[in-house]
């Protein structure tokens, strides 16, 4: 970069997140073997020792690793064979509804609490028709859905529940996993997760057959003999991104404990500000993965963003819009609550390598 005049001061920019990554060379001391065994897809090893692993840190007792989040929650629609409306949260990012209506099901919505910003139980059963087939509730920024309440409803609607659990690796409940409830639990491992694999997604389940049947699936409805048994397609994690996932998870507690402790500093320091709510919690623990701030009014986000902007720092509005407004790929429905908080919500930096001091410029900013 050419500076003219007086030195100019360069502030790199504070980005919404940024990967956890391990030391470079623990990962390329895993490339080393796959380098050495030309092994480099097809459930390889690594990818087998991403699942064990996964399962022992997790305490889960099974997971297939595939390529993404979005092709988790279209396997798990398709494992478990479902058809007609699938009711789900507006207040989601965008692959939640696409993996639905790629699927041929159809995405009904059901409004959000306001203050989980999850799925209301209560808006759920008057969405029920002869046509419902599933939930599909999402653990919106890691904040456990209330699992016992859509639980019951699905069992007294005979309904099938797919968790959207993207960014929910590490929440829990009483010490167990969230993604070990539902029928199935989706989750991702994208750059942006808390465990990344570059691109990557997880499915859990505790259903031995369905467990086996989303393996067949991942490998284009293979069974052990290479017979096609299944309408599957390719949802296989290759060794190379399932060797950064190794080599992430080692260090995943201390990214977890970290996010923990900056999400509570932002969040002492913010919450005497008197101007800002704050996502709460209502069943179980969540991984504090993102940071989100309400504001009264979009037009007061609108202000911080800009000074917060203009510093190099750039938090992220999501979710926004809320996904029901995206009137091309579905019909018009109207969702007052997500609707609202959509457009006065906004993501904090949060990331492992966010200092004290830029996290203290942030909340200097936001006064
Ligand atoms: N369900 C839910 C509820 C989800 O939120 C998602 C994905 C899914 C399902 C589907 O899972 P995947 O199929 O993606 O596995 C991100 C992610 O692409 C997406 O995974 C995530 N949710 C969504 C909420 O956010 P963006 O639009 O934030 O990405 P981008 O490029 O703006 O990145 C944000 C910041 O992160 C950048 O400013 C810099 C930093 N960054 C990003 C990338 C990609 C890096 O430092 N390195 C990187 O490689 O989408």
Same mark, same amino acid.
């Not at 057959?209 to 290759?238: C, Q, S």
């Given at each position: 970069?050419?500076?003219?005049?007086?030195?100019?001061?360069?502030?790199?920019?504070?980005?919404?997140?940024?990967?956890?990554?391990?030391?470079?060379?623990?990962?390329?001391?895993?490339?080393?073997?796959?380098?050495?065994?030309?092994?480099?897809?097809?459930?390889?090893?690594?990818?087998?020792?991403?699942?064990?692993?996964?399962?022992?840190?997790?305490?889960?007792?099974?997971?297939?690793?595939?390529?993404?989040?979005?092709?988790?929650?279209?396997?798990?629609?398709?494992?478990?064979?479902?058809?007609?409306?699938? @009711?789900?949260?507006?207040?989601?990012?965008?692959?939640?509804?696409?993996? @639905?209506?790629? #699927?041929?099901?159809?995405?009904?919505?059901?409004? @959000?609490?306001?203050?989980?910003?999850?799925?209301?139980?209560?808006?759920?059963? #008057?969405?029920?028709?002869?046509?419902?087939?599933?939930?599909?509730?999402?653990?919106?920024? *890691? &904040?456990?859905?209330?699992?016992?309440?859509?639980?019951?409803?699905?069992?007294?609607? &005979?309904?099938?529940?797919?968790?959207?659990?993207?960014?929910?690796?590490?929440?829990?409940?009483?010490?167990?996993? @969230?993604?070990?409830?539902? $029928?199935?639990?989706?989750?991702?491992?994208?750059?942006?997760?808390?465990?990344?694999?570059?691109?990557?997604? *997880?499915?859990?389940?505790?259903?031995?057959?369905?467990?086996?049947?989303?393996?067949?699936?991942?490998?284009?409805?293979?069974? $052990? &003999?290479?017979?096609?048994?299944?309408?599957?397609?390719?949802?296989?994690?290759?060794?190379?991104?399932?060797?950064?996932?190794?080599?992430?998870?080692?260090?995943?507690?201390?990214?977890?404990?970290?996010?923990?402790?900056?999400?509570?500093?932002?969040?002492?320091?913010?919450?005497?500000?008197?101007?800002?709510?704050?996502?709460?919690?209502?069943?179980?623990?969540? &991984?504090?993965?993102?940071?989100?701030?309400?504001?009264?009014?979009?037009?007061?986000?609108?202000?911080?963003?800009?000074?917060?902007?203009?510093?190099?720092?750039?938090?992220?509005?999501?979710?926004?819009?809320?996904?029901?407004?995206?009137?091309?790929?579905?019909?018009?429905?109207?969702?007052?609550?997500?609707?609202?908080?959509?457009?006065?919500?906004?993501?904090?930096?949060?990331?492992?390598?966010?200092?004290?001091?830029?996290?203290?410029?942030?909340? #200097?900013?936001?006064?």
């Amino acid at each position: 970069m050419k500076v003219s005049g007086k030195q100019q001061k360069i502030i790199k920019p504070i980005y919404v997140t940024m990967p956890s990554l391990a030391p470079l060379e623990e990962y390329s001391g895993l490339l080393q073997k796959v380098w050495e065994s030309g092994i480099l897809t097809h459930n390889g090893p690594l990818v087998q020792k991403f699942e064990r692993e996964l399962c022992s840190a997790l305490k889960l007792n099974n997971i297939v690793a595939v390529t993404n989040g979005t092709i988790a929650l279209q396997m798990a629609i398709k494992a478990l064979r479902l058809k007609g409306e699938i @009711i789900t949260t507006p207040f989601t990012w965008i692959a939640t509804i696409s993996s @639905i209506i790629w #699927e041929g099901c159809i995405p009904v919505f059901a409004d @959000i609490n306001p203050e989980t910003l999850n799925i209301d139980p209560n808006k759920i059963e #008057e969405k029920i028709t002869k046509k419902t087939s599933a939930i599909i509730p999402v653990h919106v920024f *890691g &904040n456990p859905c209330n699992v016992p309440e859509i639980e019951e409803i699905a069992k007294q609607n &005979n309904l099938k529940i797919i968790y959207d659990a993207a960014h929910a690796v590490g929440s829990n409940v009483k010490g167990k996993s @969230i993604l070990e409830f539902g $029928d199935i639990s989706a989750t991702s491992f994208h750059a942006t997760k808390l465990l990344n694999t570059a691109e990557g997604g *997880g499915i859990v389940t505790n259903d031995v057959e369905l467990h086996a049947k989303l393996k067949r699936i991942r490998f284009f409805g293979h069974n $052990d &003999n290479k017979e096609v048994i299944e309408d599957g397609f390719n949802g296989k994690m290759t060794e190379v991104h399932a060797a950064l996932g190794l080599a992430n998870l080692k260090y995943f507690k201390s990214v977890l404990q970290d996010r923990k402790e900056k999400y509570l500093y932002y969040r002492e320091n913010l919450e005497k500000l008197g101007s800002y709510y704050f996502q709460k919690s209502e069943f179980g623990e969540q &991984n504090y993965s993102y940071f989100p701030v309400i504001f009264e009014r979009e037009k007061d986000l609108l202000k911080k963003e800009t000074i917060l902007n203009r510093k190099n720092i750039f938090p992220r509005r999501y979710f926004y819009p809320s996904v029901n407004v995206y009137r091309k790929i579905l019909k018009p429905s109207n969702l007052p609550i997500s609707e609202d908080i959509s457009k006065r919500i906004m993501c904090l930096p949060l990331y492992f390598n966010l200092s004290y001091e830029e996290i203290d410029l942030i909340i #200097e900013l936001m006064k």
